[in-house]
């Protein structure tokens, strides 16, 4: 076969160090997503379908590249983002993202579902905190997890 074709779904996920809530002003989230959107597709060819996430932590459902590996992508992606976040005023002087990533596999007749989760951030985290949301897309994805480091 002449060409190389591939569509792999991802959802992205992680919280800032400590999940300190430094995203809770709404501006700022809505120009992070829109910031890191540009950072994937321009940066590592890897087109964000929505990006959403609370006070605490990010997702992004994402056309994942073939060009570049995984921890590339979330390597550059965490980098960007925290040097813009850092130039938007002194109080975000000390933000930093978690070490850790989870990264889930999204099967195309899920791709609705998933965009309606994570557009829905802010009413869902009315009844769980991200510690758990990350327990149960671990378990659902069938992903053991540390729990040392669920709090990181």
């Excluded at 000390?94 to 990533?101: T, V």
């Amino acid at each position: 076969m002449p060409q190389s074709l591939a569509k792999v779904l991802v959802h992205i996920v992680y919280s800032t160090k400590r999940r300190h809530p430094w995203l809770r002003d709404e501006e700022i989230r809505r120009q992070l997503y829109a910031y890191k959107a540009t950072i994937l597709r321009n940066n590592v060819d890897t087109p964000a379908l929505i990006i959403g996430g609370f006070e605490d932590h990010i997702h992004a459902l994402c056309l994942l590249s073939r060009k570049f590996a995984i921890k590339d992508v979330i390597e550059e992606a965490k980098t960007e983002t925290t040097k813009w976040i850092k130039k938007q005023g002194p109080q975000y002087a000390d933000f930093h993202w978690q070490s850790g990533y989870g990264i889930f596999s999204v099967s195309e007749s899920n791709v609705e579902q998933v965009k309606r989760y994570i557009a829905n951030q802010a009413e869902h985290h009315k009844k769980m905190s991200f510690q758990d949301e990350f327990r149960k897309l671990c378990k659902r994805h069938g992903v053991e997890i540390d729990e040392r480091y669920v709090g990181d």
